[in-house]
């Protein structure tokens, strides 16, 4: 079921470690076949080195297992939310607690854009979502984690394709992509950038972002209609 | 003797520079095994290149050598005290100088709970245990290192199982758990969490730590009556 | 055509990822063949474990292509500006995004010259340019970077062989050499430093530069008329 | 000529940059033999990966060549003075521009002794010593980095076994020992040590140095005349 997906997914997974996104398990990136209405998602608590196409694990959007042996990622209900969301633009989805944007993550801050690396790949800022309740902790926690990344995005009228990832207060990070590789890419991207901004707040604590202007330019030479950066 | 034993703390020995917490020889692991009531500890000072198991360093509940040619850790009094305490429920214990988090030692400060990553393993801050007092530093030093944790835990009603590790000021780390590859993962973890805490702090100087309920899910989704993280 | 060129350019490029200077495809090294008035340079977007010599781009001094199947790197017009002005001097340039040096640029400051680590290669600060403009940047975006540095260095009466390299705010380090190899060390050199400098005031908010007399020695010594490092 | 000693300066010269101490060609080690008063060292210049234990130089204690094809290292003479001075006790040194140790070179710093990391090896702070005079600067100027080492150590009354390496304002680090592995060994301390005693005083601003007895306790238990570290 899904083997081409099953491939793509696996080598996301892999890419996190391989870029020093996660440490032991804490990560895990799926992929949406909007076809099928299905996803393919790392079965959780599983070891990196132990990670194979066929071990990965096929959910609904409701986040019930339609394939595989083992358990799905605990964070499956976040995956299977923005899917129901935003599966007709997303179709990849990574979550880490990546060393530098995790920080930015428990410090409660969005990341400003301070220059060119983030506004290649982000509109902007990335922003730091609102807090859950202990309400919705105590509920359908993982599902209402997604809850919290789709609305916020929908109040602050943030496209999830010009702006791919956000940070979860006090947690960690969750990125999305057309596609699971380009969820893991925009994962190392978010964690290049958190580095740097620290660095940059710490050198100038004056600092202003990037103006927008130049973010214009860059977001634009990327990924506009005109767009030249690449091959095509 | 303990030819199994031998096996698993080897790894866990390993797994310290595997995982950049050791240099030269600045760490250790042992495992114990409550049936005996013998502990298997790494050999002082030899390089982890030169570890195997069969040149592991057997010792009684009193650090006596029992079997093994090498003298065993320096630190093997405070692995004792430990073992002697809570060898009932802690049958690994791990010590490192790994640099964020004797870094914290230093500065003679726990590390805060900003976040998921550590409440997924530390129900709470990583204490820092008080000082030595010249008298227990000039007398049976490693054995009052040991000492200090365990009447430590005992005044602040710490649980060593929710609680697994803690800073020795101006020192160090220990951290343990219910074999010795744990206490090794438990030590990555405090490291990754001492390097975050920092940063969060850089990044905003007003954080607080993450709210008790928070601290709870992630705790108890791992750790509980029910939890439901990994394969069983 | 130009095989020897390709072959050194191609090795410039290698050693940015190598070094640990790039991450992906942000960054781009090209050389310069002041005969012909040609450079080789890295195509746009291409991961550097498919870079050949043979797929390299040649391009003119406007920029246009001469000889390639793939697009040149999107920073191609920086590069020809470098070259139409400082060509007789300067036959390689690299651009990259690397994290320290980066910081600085986003922070929008000069690199102070706190030591004989960057004196030996830069004969005082690393000079941070002047913003773009708006209309510069909606205009022809990449040659006005080049502009920026160019008219920079005369304004400030700087020696691009003496200075060799710069802080694009809000965006990145351009850096330069007798070739594409000096190019790519001279922003290994910028990293190290960017780094350091942070650090250092850090470690002491009051610090000033290194004495005048310092720069000057460690400098002559290893590129003045008297120069006794090295095997020549 | 020396070929033992050749065979160990080598491998001392090998361990900086897989230690991460050294980038490109930016550090040296030598070894000194007291019976024919002749030391061996790095050529100048040279890339790690070119050096051969037969490429290295053999000086005597003026610095001048005695065996070998190639120029010495340009710091030559520093080491030439601190054989002079200590060559009874010392017999190898190292020369590093160490990013973390350099940063606090370049603050001007002494590194505090803020935990047993450092006092297991420095019998108290890692001494930053006296900026080197105009004169000093334009004289025989790497001779008087030597004297100012030397110099500085008599002045302070330390005795350079028992704190085997300092910072040199402005510039790097020199370290030393029993022979050239040892000095490289400390190069690594130092390096960690200020690593860690920056993020020290960032986690606690007003953090105050380790108690001279946990001092003297680490530092004895592996240097002093009951020590018990180690397998001898």
Not at 19 to 44: C, E, M, Q, R, Y
Not at 76 to 102: C, E, F, M, N
Not at 188 to 201: P, R, Y
Request: with cysteine.
């Amino acid at each position: 079921m899904l083997e081409k997906l099953r491939e793509e997914v696996y080598k996301a997974n892999i890419a996190l470690p391989t870029h020093g996104l996660v440490v032991f398990t804490w990560g895990n990136a799926s992929g949406f076949d909007p076809d099928s209405d299905l996803f393919v998602i790392k079965p959780s608590g599983v070891a990196y080195e132990e990670l194979t196409p066929s071990n990965l694990v096929v959910c609904d959007l409701d986040g019930n297992v339609v394939e595989g042996d083992l358990n799905p990622s605990s964070d499956t209900p976040t995956h299977a939310v923005l899917y129901k969301a935003w599966g007709d633009r997303i179709q990849g989805v990574v979550h880490t607690h990546s060393s530098w944007a995790t920080s930015w993550a428990q410090a409660g801050k969005s990341i400003p854009c301070y220059g060119t690396t983030q506004a290649d790949y982000f509109y902007g800022d990335i922003p730091c979502m609102r807090s859950l309740s202990q309400t919705e902790i105590e509920g359908a926690y993982e599902a209402e984690t997604g809850n919290v990344i789709v609305d916020g995005f929908a109040e602050k009228n943030l496209n999830p394709l010009s702006i791919p990832g956000c940070l979860i207060r006090n947690h960690g990070v969750f990125s999305w992509g057309t596609n699971s590789n380009e969820a893991a890419y925009h994962a190392v991207v978010m964690e290049e950038c958190a580095k740097m901004a620290l660095h940059t707040e710490q050198i100038n604590p004056d600092v202003k972002p990037a103006p927008q202007f130049l973010i214009d330019k860059h977001y634009e030479r990327k990924h506009g209609k005109n767009a030249y950066y690449g091959q095509k």
